[in-house]
């Protein structure tokens, strides 16, 4: 990755369960590499994945195809 971040989008937030809360966010590096980010808040720790946008779209498929089932 080149540099720093240039650029946060935020994109929603969810509310989940045990006290969680994930935030999703569109941050682009300086340079323009865009990626898009999962930051997990639990207490005061922080969890952030940083996902490619074919790693976005499967992770994406995943979860629907995990919601979709009977």
Known sequence: MSGGIE???KLGE???PWAKQ????EITYEGGMAMLR????????F???ELMPE????LA??????????
Do not use: F
């Open 7 to 9: 650029k946060t989008v």
């Open 14 to 16: 969810l509310e989940l």
């Open 22 to 25: 994930a935030t999703i966010e």
């Open 38 to 45: 999962v930051r997990i808040k639990e207490g005061r720790r």
């Open 47 to 49: 969890t952030d994945i």
């Open 55 to 58: 790693d976005a779209a499967r």
């Open 61 to 70: 498929g995943l979860l629907a195809g995990w919601a979709g089932k009977d």
